[in-house]
């Protein structure tokens, strides 16, 4: 079976130091992967998606990049956080476009 | 925005009530999907219904679809409080990528 693991789950960091999520899939080849960020109480805002090794595609202009290194791997990163980059990280997977999403358990990021 | 919108933002209503929650959209799609979040939680995937669709049933759960209007409702009959939580719907606007509306906050009295 499928599985996506996201970590960490909680994540507190001062404004200008540097951020890593990382989220793995097991379970499946070549899957669509993507990071959303949810704001308290709002909807989920697209950051990246990437539907191959080396193929990320970026939604909004921000402070923050994605890598995948591997097929099963997705990287967010930001060099210095700002205050605004506060939110709940999700990452999720499907298996090609037009499937639903399997999502990540969060990362709820705080910048202080 | 090609972002899909909910409607109501919110919902309070009593265990064994229908929900009944709404999207819209601006532009074509392929597919709408409805998720499921619990505070704090990933989202969960409840019910995808495609452009040729228009309507599917999963359990106490009914989509429509209607492309004409561009809207979707979702449904959901005798609920219960561990439905509380919010509901998204999302669209793929025919392409790679899924948008996810502004959500309603469902809240079921015991």
């Known amino acids: 079976s499928q599985t996506i693991h996201q970590w960490p789950a909680t994540l507190v960091q001062p404004v200008g130091s540097p951020l890593s999520l990382e989220c793995t899939v097991e379970g499946t080849s070549n899957p669509n992967l993507y990071w959303y960020r949810q704001a308290a109480g709002r909807g989920l805002q697209l950051l990246f998606y990437s539907v191959g090794i080396g193929q990320i595609s970026s939604e909004v202009p921000q402070n923050l990049s994605a890598s995948r290194p591997q097929d099963r791997q997705f990287i967010l990163s930001s060099k210095k956080l700002l205050l605004s980059d506060s939110g709940f990280y999700l990452c999720a997977w499907s298996r090609d476009r037009d499937e639903k999403l399997f999502f990540g358990s969060g990362t709820q990021l705080s910048v202080l | ?110």
């Open chain 2, 1 to 110: 925005s090609q972002q899909g919108e909910e409607d109501p933002q919110a919902l309070s209503i009593q265990e064994g009530e229908n929900a009944t929650m709404n999207c819209s959209y601006k532009t074509s799609i392929n597919n709408l999907q409805w998720y499921r979040q619990n505070s704090g939680r990933g989202l969960v995937h409840l019910i995808l219904i495609r452009s040729n669709e228009r309507e599917k049933h999963s359990g106490r759960l009914r989509v429509t679809l209607d492309t004409s209007k561009k809207s979707s409702s979702l449904l959901i009959t005798a609920s219960r409080a561990a439905d509380t939580a919010s509901y998204f719907c999302a669209t793929d606007f025919n392409t790679d990528k899924l948008i996810f509306g502004t959500g309603t906050r469902l809240q079921v009295f015991p």
